[in-house]
């Protein structure tokens, strides 16, 4: 019988409210992982007397940058399982749970062993969760025009940056009153609540979000075990004989990164499975690849190099109160969440008319350094005395507010132009530039270590504006290949 209007609409309905409930849960979500990372390398800088682990700035920069890319480096694997072995469906929720039990750790488990064990299970956690929860979005937009894609991810951008700014304004506080496992704890608490909302939301998903799409043959499996028994082995290894040493895992990271971007646009580019005019589009989206991953670096960088400008030279005293540390990165997420409905709506009034994903990424990169032009003026005219947080704060809304032109536009392009046989592996590859980004992130912040504050700044800013202007230059053959058959 052929299915009318009447029958679909039903469904649709449901899967709208899957998008709410697949929103909500990646807001605890990101409640929980940002809750973390806006402490997490003051937890290392700290003296022991402040509850902190008194690692030098170096090895503090190093273990920030390298969590956070491994975290994004850690959702290819989670990708290629949620479409050969698992359903998305289960890999969210299987993930979320080992994300919840990392949490608990950090916060009972003192030391550097309890945060080790911690941050792994966070990273592979959220591997399994991230790429999988956006691909079930992908799923439930399917069909829509570019321009309602837009806005929708631009929607469901905005909840991860709800969350993001949640997540630092009460594990701040937490750690600020009571300590910084109390803060883990608290992380622990949003994860628990982003697994409630998605075991209540998932019953609206539609049925590709159940399936395995590309089921891996029996015959492979063995092999994938002894991949990953191996994997297993080589790092424990390394980790044993002392390879792994803090100041090292940035660099480390940033080259597998690189080392996995490139397989995989190597693979994609030589499957038979993907067409000429496929293939034409992912060609143009590697100079956006790169555009992203260096816009990522130097936005992380509020992790790294300006959380260790913070803990050296920024005045936090209000009174006889002071400022939650953990509240300085919230402001850059809080300015993204201020700035995406107003982006959301003007993408979606103008439709075709707007500005085309290199045009933005572009004007992005331009601003993030202007950003780092306008803290270079302010570290000159504070040279030998405290900066009032003040203008870190404005600071931070200048940083935050430019995502809205590369985050939720990425997201969004990935969906658009990914060849039907990786869809999957094009989200990774997105989430990919996030990797990168805060592994870079994490050189950058040993590089402050090394430098003037003026000459740190002067090299970001100018790089950044001066690769903007490059991709601006080079948008229309861009573009001309990007949206090649859309």
Avoid at 474 to 486: E, T
Wanted: charged letters at 10%.
């Amino acid at each position: 019988m052929a299915t009318t209007l009447d029958d679909r609409v039903p469904n649709r309905k449901n899967e709208i409210r899957g998008v709410g409930g697949m929103a909500f849960t990646e807001l605890w979500e990101r409640f929980s992982f940002y809750g973390l990372q806006s402490i997490l390398a003051f937890y290392l800088l700290y003296e022991l007397s402040e509850g902190g682990l008194a690692l030098p700035a170096a090895a503090a920069a190093g273990i920030t940058g390298a969590y956070g890319g491994a975290v994004y480096l850690a959702q290819l694997l989670g990708a290629w399982t949620g479409e050969r072995l698992v359903s998305p469906r289960s890999m969210v929720l299987g993930g979320g749970i080992v994300i919840a039990l990392g949490h608990i750790t950090l916060a009972i488990a003192p030391g550097f062993l309890g945060l080790s064990i911690g941050l792994v299970m966070i990273i592979f956690g959220t591997g399994a969760l991230k790429t999988n929860i956006t691909s079930i979005v992908g799923f439930i937009l399917d069909g829509e025009p570019a321009a309602k894609k837009d806005a929708g991810f631009s929607y469901f951008y905005m909840a991860i940056n709800s969350g993001a700014v949640l997540g630092p304004l009460t594990t701040g506080f937490a750690q600020n009153q009571w300590g910084f496992h109390f803060g883990f704890g608290l992380a622990a608490v949003g994860m628990i609540i982003a697994l409630i909302q998605y075991v209540y939301s998932s019953k609206f998903l539609p049925a590709r979000a159940s399936e395995v799409t590309r089921p891996l043959p029996a015959s492979s499996k063995r092999r994938v075990a002894v991949i990953a028994l191996g994997a297993v082995i080589v790092v424990t290894a390394a980790s044993a004989f002392g390879l792994l040493k803090a100041e090292k895992l940035s660099t480390i990271v940033t080259i597998a990164c690189l080392i996995a971007a490139a397989a995989y646009f190597t693979t994609i580019l030589r499957s038979t499975k993907v067409n000429a005019c496929e293939r034409q589009r992912i060609r143009s989206y590697i100079p956006l690849f790169l555009a992203s991953s260096l816009y990522f670096g130097l936005l992380f960088a509020k992790f790294t190099a300006i959380s260790l400008l913070v803990n050296d030279r920024v005045d936090l005293t209000v009174g006889s109160w002071t400022f939650p540390v953990g509240w300085i990165t919230m402001i850059s997420s809080a300015s993204g969440v201020a700035m995406l409905p107003v982006a959301a709506a003007i993408w979606k009034r103008m439709g075709p008319r707007q500005p085309k994903a290199g045009t933005k990424f572009a004007i992005g990169l331009v601003q993030i350094g202007l950003g780092f032009a306008y803290i270079l003026l302010i570290s000159m005219a504070f040279h030998g005395s405290s900066i009032p947080f003040v203008y870190i704060v404005v600071f931070m809304f200048v940083m935050g507010s430019s995502e809205i032109f590369v985050g939720p536009i990425g997201l969004s392009l990935a969906t658009q132009i990914a060849p039907k046989a990786f869809t999957a592996q094009m989200v990774a590859i997105n989430f990919l530039t996030l990797a990168l980004g805060s592994s870079i992130s994490g050189l950058l912040g040993q590089y402050f270590t090394v430098v003037s504050n003026d000459i740190y700044f002067l090299t970001i800013a100018l790089g950044a504006v001066i690769a903007g202007l490059v991709l601006f230059g080079v948008r229309k053959p861009v573009h001309h290949g990007l949206y090649s058959g859309i």
